[in-house]
């Protein structure tokens, strides 16, 4: 990443916590004015939404233009090249102007590095390079590449993010794939910690890192559950993709017992982890997994149906919310070891999101079977919807 | 922790920017010495909310034969009116301002309770055939009781679920067969359902207006405006894309409609309704260009059409000065 771009990458985590502090009414209009006069950002800022369609606007002009201009071109992979290298440039050209952040340079950039990976796929399987085996080893291994240089030169953490998991899938296609997913998570994890918070990294980069950590720390919880050892899925990953029962035998006991631990343990060190860290990432990768566990348990113990089991785990969830909320309130100062309940300075909507609240809809909606036909009725039922509800009758 | 924040703040103190209350109050949350878990908690909130919407529509399907009907309405009923009852005493009292929620569990007890009482009345309509031939008309009751909770509470997640429900009351959003000899005339017709949609999408704006400019629960107005906006340009967007020959017409109504919108957005500095508008514009305007050229240079005329867009998109921002 160039120097220019990492210093307005830290011009903006000023500004915005500025407009947090703004927010919560904790500073005025004119300070925050004379804190964009301190921390200026040429760059064009704009809404969410707007980012979403400046995205969609600029991969169907890229799309358009380059399929016009090659539209006679028969050879995939030389396409897939000129039209990586021309999108990389373009991404080079966005991230330095004041247009870097609008939604133009995350579109250049993808299309940049499908086009990339799509010669990489042409040239690996469709030109029959190298065999099937290596050609997948080494369209992952392109995968590993593409993402990570995206990641470092223009600091999208998306990018860092694909090229961990095909760097864990990599492992996978090695022998002694889970060791070496749990022994690369861990090393990966703790070399990452201290990063999460350097100040010599941009913050997209660190943005990146965290990426990366949590990667590896779902590939460790991946390569310690018990489901994913019964069923041998990183093992899986060598072959090409047949069922596991036919090509792996059962896992030994020992590395059962290590499955069920781990299941155990692993979101109880990311929780325990986090809450002393004060690391939120951890928070939620602790939840995640214990949801995860929870679900693992589920399946091996049946020990009520699945509705109950749903609906006494999202009782359970509301339940602690509320209870964890109260006890952070009842501290004095609303604090205890630094963690509150209280909003801080983010900027908070009131309540539930519209759009979760429809999701949550969408879920609710009952399917009970139609009671009989009485008296001749004519109706029979249907199905409604609208703004993503649905729902049957 | 954001190290750029903490060097700003030790500056901005220097430069007698922020007091020194305000910097060490912003130093500790920039070191990461305090840290909220609010988030966390509404992400706990909600997938609860979640699991047990999806557990009880779950227990719905699997034991109406086994349990009962009436057993089963009754339990649902009667979770429904729990969770109503914790929300209502958490919950602030009603007012035609904004309502700040002192406590950040009750907002989801509410929406729980609000679509257990919509997966109630729905279960009890499938199951007694309360309404008879008229059953989609419980759509306009559960949208009813969503309004009301809506306004009561000061909720606008409950306000979305009642406009959608509204809106699938008339059949807008999927344009199903109600079933009744009441509905058959309009069930199917893509006729009667682009006019219901843009006819309720007209009604929500003219509504949202209303509640801004009468101060009754103006900070509504936004989801008012935004789904009405969608349903309108929608069901416009619905003719102009038609096989029909009226699609020229429908493109008219929807150049004078993008018009009205952009400007009035313009004007009231509304950058989500400007980006909407900007986007039914954009795809309606494929349809006139498509049939100008016949399809000859479909891909230059794409990209020359969303550069246009683009560029009318970033000039308008720049404009507004539409910051988060």
Redesign the interface.
Known sequence: MRKPWAELS??E??RD?A?G?KSAD??DAP?LA??ET??PDPR???????RV??FV??S??AN??I??IF?GARNLFAMGLVFGALLAGATEALRGSR?AG?G?DSATSFWSVTYLLTAAADLLFRENTVGDRAAITLMILAIVLVGAIAAWRWGFWLYAACAAAAFYALLGRLPFGRVLWMAAAIAAMWLLRPR????RLA?AHRRCAAALFAVSAAALYAAFNLFSVDRHLIEMLRGYGPEAQTVVAPPAAAWRLVGKLGTLLVPAVYLAWGIRA?R?LL??LG?AAA?LSAATLRYYVHIA??????????????G???A??RA?RARAGE?WR?????????R??????????????A?????????PE?GG?????????????T?R? | MSPETVAAIARLREDRILSDAQAEAFGRVARGDLLSVRAELRLMLYAGVLLLTTGVGIFLKENHDRIGPAAIAAAIGAAALGCLWYASRRLPPFSWGSVESPHVAADYVLVLAMLLVGADLAYVESQFRVLGPNWAYHLLIVSVVYLVAAYRFDSRAVLTLALTSFAAWRGVAVGMPFGSSHYEAAAGSPGAVRANAIGVGLLYVAVGVLSARGRRKAHFEPVWAAAGMILVFGGVLSGVLDDGGAWIAWLAALAVLGAVALLACWRLRRPLEFAIATAALYVGGFRLLGEITHGQGALLIVAAWSTAALVFLIRATRRLKSTE
Request: proline share 5%; net charge neutral.
């Open positions: 830290r011009v985590e000023v916590s407009r502090w904790a500073i300070t004379a804190i301190a921390y064009v800022r704009l809404h969410g939404f707007w369609l400046v606007l600029v169907v002009i358009a233009l399929w016009f539209s247009y609008t133009a999460l918070d350097s100040a913050p004060r939120r928070l939620v939840l949801a149906p699945l509705w109950a089991v749903l609906a006494a785990c999202g009782a359970i969830l509301m602690v919310a509320i964890i909320q952070l604090e630094g963690w509150t309940a209280a909003p801080l300075y983010e908070e909507r009131g309540g539930i999101s519209p759009l979760a609240a429809l999701a949550a809809h879920a609710a909606a009952a399917h009970p079977a139609p009671a009485r009725l004519e109706t029979g039922g249907g199905e409604y919807g609208g703004g993503g509800a729902g009758y």
